[in-house]
């Protein structure tokens, strides 16, 4: 990546995946003390034997061996894969690539290094100059480096480092809160809500999934492979709060209904905090003797995979800095935003407040004013003036339509708009659009989304659906492949016979189940879809439909509301065309 294709968006300082090892941490922000031992096995060993000269040897040696240290980012991390080669055979490109040591070979890959550095950076023992592209060592991260291993001084400057992220804060208090939780009943409640950057896998599918594996091999794998964004990084918190001595790792025994059926089972990714960390707790807090610290929210971290998350960094931190320290009400925050050049609805404001305190942040309401009761570091707003504000995206502008229409079903499924469009997001697709049909409403049925399954079967009374989600980026078009499959779905279901499909499928419906309809649900439809479905309806005698996520949702409303029934939704499914109901 050269100078001009790197922008503000290119870094994602803030959440943290995949970095656990403290030790490594120290090592990573020693290497900006000059002449530290781990700068000087850089300079002398490790980079002269691991970096070749086009990637870089000689000019990093010569950042390492300056006075005050200041490297470009993409020094530090590396290049990444070249053509030709695998993660595990691409060469080491990158200085914090050589601080790292892998499992089987000296260095670490682009991607490790790149969690480390925005570890460092995150938490302030790295300072950004965000238009130069550059690290260099803050002066806590200068007291880290230098305070002898396990000594009280480290343990203070590190305790200083966490609790200043608000994302450690808000486990903490969760823990403090409830107790005993979960990796998935943690990151259900970390991160913004509705958007993509922060899913979290429904506890009762894990457990479904656990009672369902035949082998403790099948159990593991599920466990350790099974997991949202958000529940990666309450993983990775949770590591740094165990060796810090904060928090015990604690099997739980949790139970939870899915469909008919009640199931139970143990997820060892569970945690509780120690008395040492209760009494970190009164920090957080700020309780008597025990100050609160100042948190640090970088720009980065308020948004991460939306398309415009550029506008939404920028709303979120206008907000930010206008509530610090003092209650002020929606509309104006709504009018402050709007001198700004950002019209915005007061349910978005509304639900950018409550995901501040989702990422860590002490939210304080009085009445019908809201405060962020923390003093903020680091935030910087990158656009400053009106003709400089990024544009907001068709997706956000969509969102802010159905925060004023749901007011019965749970905003969090909003991400199903950002997944509808996101074509890597499949899986998780189809786990929200099946929570959202049977744990905010009340379908039975699940997501089965497996080889020879359809992704979700819901029912309710006589009335079955088979759907089919499909993640795409551009809108689809249905194609007579995916209608031969869903035409195939649909006789298995009829024959229900296990010569046709052993996995038997159709099992997830009850007998009273007599009546069936299919549906395909994606972010857009374009092309000839009516076409098709008239086709699977011919060909199989039964009727379908289409809707996008946004009209999912607009149903799921009326529904909730009460304005519509079960029997009255199933025929809307009868239409083989695409269900709409008013939107902007």
């Known amino acids: 990546m050269n100078r001009k294709e790197m922008t503000v968006a290119d870094r994602t300082f803030g959440w943290i995946q995949e970095a656990y090892t403290l030790g490594n941490l120290k090592n990573v922000v020693s290497v900006f003390v000059p002449d530290s031992e781990i ?8 980079i002269p034997r691991l970096i070749s000269d086009k990637d870089g040897r000689e000019e990093f040696i010569r950042e390492l061996s300056s006075t005050e240290i200041v490297i470009p980012y993409i020094h530090l991390k590396g290049k990444g894969r070249p053509a030709g080669h695998t993660r595990s055979s691409a060469p080491c490109s990158g200085i914090i690539q050589a601080v790292l040591p892998g499992q089987r070979k000296e260095y670490q890959s682009d991607w490790p290094a790149d969690s480390f550095l925005r570890w460092a950076v995150s938490i302030g023992f790295l300072d950004y100059d965000r238009d130069k592209d550059v690290c260099f060592l803050s002066p806590l991260g200068f007291q880290y480096a230098q305070a002898s291993p396990e000594s009280e001084e480290e343990k203070e400057v590190l305790k200083t480092a966490l609790l200043s992220y608000p994302p450690v804060c808000r486990v903490l208090s969760l823990l403090g809160e409830e107790g005993h939780l979960t990796k998935f009943e943690i990151g259900a409640r970390l991160g913004f809500i509705g958007e993509a950057g922060f899913t979290s896998i429904p506890q009762p599918m894990i457990l479904q999934g656990l009672e369902e594996a035949r082998t403790r091999e099948e159990k593991a794998k599920l466990l350790q492979d099974t997991e949202g964004t958000s529940d990666k ?97 929606v509309e104006k925050v709504k009018a402050y935003l709007n001198e700004s050049g950002m019209e ?90 099946a929570q959202l049909l049977t744990a905010e409403l009340d379908f039975q049925g699940a997501r089965l989304g497996d080889t020879r399954k359809p992704d979700v079967c819901v029912y309710y009374g006589k009335d079955g659906l088979i759907i089919d989600n499909k993640a795409y980026g551009k809108g689809y078009s249905l194609p007579i492949k995916q209608a031969d499959e869903m035409y195939r779905y649909i006789e298995e279901n009829k024959e229900r016979n296990e010569m046709l499909n052993p996995n038997k499928w159709w099992e997830i419906f009850e007998e009273s189940v007599t009546r069936y309809h299919f549906a395909f649900i994606s972010g857009a439809f374009t092309g000839g879809f009516k076409d098709r ?52």
């Open 233 to 329: 990084y309450v993983r990775t918190i949770c590591s740094w709060l165990i060796q810090m001595g904060w928090v015990n790792k604690v099997e739980k025994e949790v139970t939870a209904r899915v469909g008919s059926r009640t199931y139970t089972g143990i997820i060892p990714q569970s945690y509780q905090l120690t008395l040492k960390g209760r009494t970190i707790l009164k920090h957080v807090r700020g309780i008597s003797r025990f100050p609160k610290l100042p948190k640090r929210v970088m720009w980065d971290m308020l948004a991460t995979k939306a398309g415009d998350r550029d506008y939404l960094r920028s709303r979120r931190a206008r907000i930010l800095k206008y509530l610090e320290g003092t209650c002020r009400s």
């Open 533 to 584: 479905l008239n086709n699977i309806s011919m060909r199989s005698g039964i009727c379908g439909a289409v809707i996008n996520s946004m009209n999912l949702l607009l149903m799921a409303e009326e529904l909730k509301s009460g304005r519509l029934d079960y029997e009255e939704c199933f025929a809307l499914f009868d239409c083989n065309d695409e269900i709409t109901f008013d939107s902007p």
């Open 344 to 433: 915005e609805e007061a349910e978005t404001i509304l639900d950018d407040i409550r995901s501040f305190e989702h990422i860590g942040l002490n939210v304080k309401k009085s009445g019908d004013t809201y405060g962020i009761m923390d003093e903020i570091t680091g935030l910087e707003l990158p656009c400053t003036d009106k003709g400089s504000i990024p544009v907001k995206s068709e997706v956000s502008i969509c969102k802010d339509y159905l925060r004023t229409h749901l007011t019965h079903v749970d905003h969090k499924y909003l991400v199903l708009l950002d997944l509808g469009y996101d074509g890597n997001s499949d899986r998780d697709y189809e786990i929200q659009t």
């Open 39 to 46: 700068n000087r096995a850089l300079r002398l060993d490790k």
